[in-house]
């Protein structure tokens, strides 16, 4: 009869805690050659023109990303920013911000990026301004519209480059002296801004 | 030279490690259906052939106790049981067949907090989106030719969260909490593998979680 991995697992205990080697269950799929080549670039190729096999589809894929972000929005629009909708706001943007630099637009990642990081720091983010959060999805929509797939274009940068800068402004505002725990994390180095009534 | 599976794996006798793709067993879980597709598309790439998909943690864990996957990637952010809770529920000693199973979180939440987070849930291998076939493959490696022990606390179980050894530590051993502390001293043998190095699978535990790589981007501790 065959053990169990816990059955096979060998443990030693210590005072408040056990030490426990699992059986090297994987230890079968390592094989040695003397073959000569880059077996892991090999690998690694093969794995990214698989991925180039279905890049055609990855446009279609970008943009229902998008109208999953835009229902979104919508339903925000339409319901006011309760913490529900902007959750769903939040997890929309992530999906996007995780995929789109695979899906071939990875200025529309950074942005959802932002929108993200906005939504996640912000104190109260049903005080975000509704306006700052619909330039986010309005950008994101426009840089798959127009096929922007450099972080380089000159325009889409600029779009960026501004929201990011709004976004920092406003957490810097927001968190006070706090925002310097994040502000090592922000995509672009921002002045924080002081706060109204000298805060 | 060593082991070093960022330098293509290869050893400096001339002898070159492979993984048999095509045979570790996948479970892919992530609600959404395109990641999903990207992630059984890289991994056709490297050769796996056997890949289940799951659509969210609950279904990621009836797929995992269906089918006793090797590996399991997987997402955070899901609906009903998300990444982490998935992780935890498979992580419960006993409650599963394989709670040892290697689970990498692949996740847009790349800040340090929530790789911690997924760590001291029982995360072998944590990977930022945008997932890249390299960073993807360097952690199937990862956990093939350097799997980790296990630890048990009252309050933690999963793969060492301790990636490297100092082999000229001997103060206190911190997982004992301050009160508990005991100095513990390097044993002869420890000592030996350390210094002299040796095939992984004659080292003794705190040898084998030994990493010569560089310390990945991945969950550390």
């Known amino acids: ?199 | 030279m060593g082991l070093d599976p960022r330098e293509g794996s290869v050893r400096g006798d001339g002898i070159m490690i492979r993984i048999e793709f095509h045979r570790l067993r996948f479970l892919v879980v992530d609600d959404n259906m395109h990641m999903r597709r990207i992630v059984r598309q890289l991994l056709h790439g490297f050769g796996s052939r056997e890949i289940f998909e799951a659509e969210d943690g609950a279904a990621g864990l009836e797929a995992f106790n269906g089918h006793n996957p090797d590996i399991v990637i997987t997402d955070w952010a899901m609906p009903i049981l998300d990444g982490l809770e998935l992780t935890q529920m498979i992580r419960k000693p006993d409650a599963n067949a394989n709670p040892y199973v290697p689970i990498i979180m692949l996740s847009g939440h790349s800040e340090k907090s929530r790789v911690m987070q997924a760590r001291d849930a029982g995360v072998t291998e944590f990977l930022a989106k945008p997932i890249a076939a390299k960073a993807l493959y360097e952690r199937i490696l990862s956990i093939v030719l350097n799997p980790r022990p296990f630890i048990r606390t009252a309050t933690f179980f999963g793969p060492d969260r301790r990636r490297n050894v100092n082999p000229n530590y001997t103060g206190p051993e911190r997982r004992k909490g301050k009160e508990g502390g005991e100095t513990i001293p390097v044993t002869p043998l420890a000592s030996q593998v350390l210094h002299a190095g040796g095939p992984a699978e004659q080292r003794p535990m705190a040898a084998s979680s030994v990493r010569r790589t560089p310390r990945s981007a991945g969950a550390t501790g």
């Open chain 1, 1 to 199: 009869m065959v053990k169990s991995p816990i059955q096979q697992a060998e443990e030693t205990k210590f005072s408040d805690h056990t030490m426990i080697v699992p059986p090297h269950r994987l230890k079968s799929v390592i094989t040695h050659t003397t073959e000569q080549g880059d077996f892991a670039m090999d690998v690694v190729a093969r794995a990214e023109a698989a991925l180039s096999e279905i890049k055609h589809e990855f446009r279609s894929w970008m943009s229902s990303e998008c109208e999953a972000l835009e229902a979104a929005r919508n339903e925000m629009r339409s319901q006011g920013p309760s913490a529900e909708a902007l959750q769903k706001v939040s997890l929309a943007a992530h999906e996007i911000k995780g995929h789109a630099a695979v899906l071939g637009f990875p200025l529309a990642g950074r942005i959802a990026a932002i929108l993200c990081r906005l939504l996640a720091y912000a104190p109260n983010p049903q005080l975000v301004p509704l306006a700052v959060i619909e330039s986010h999805v309005d950008a994101i929509r426009a840089v798959v519209r127009e096929q922007i797939h450099s972080i380089n274009d000159k325009t889409g940068k600029e779009i960026f480059e501004r929201l990011t800068l709004i976004v920092e402004t406003f957490l810097s505002q927001e968190l006070g002296e706090a925002y310097a725990n994040i502000a090592g994390d922000a995509p672009l180095a921002v002045q924080p801004a002081k706060r109204a009534g000298g805060k």
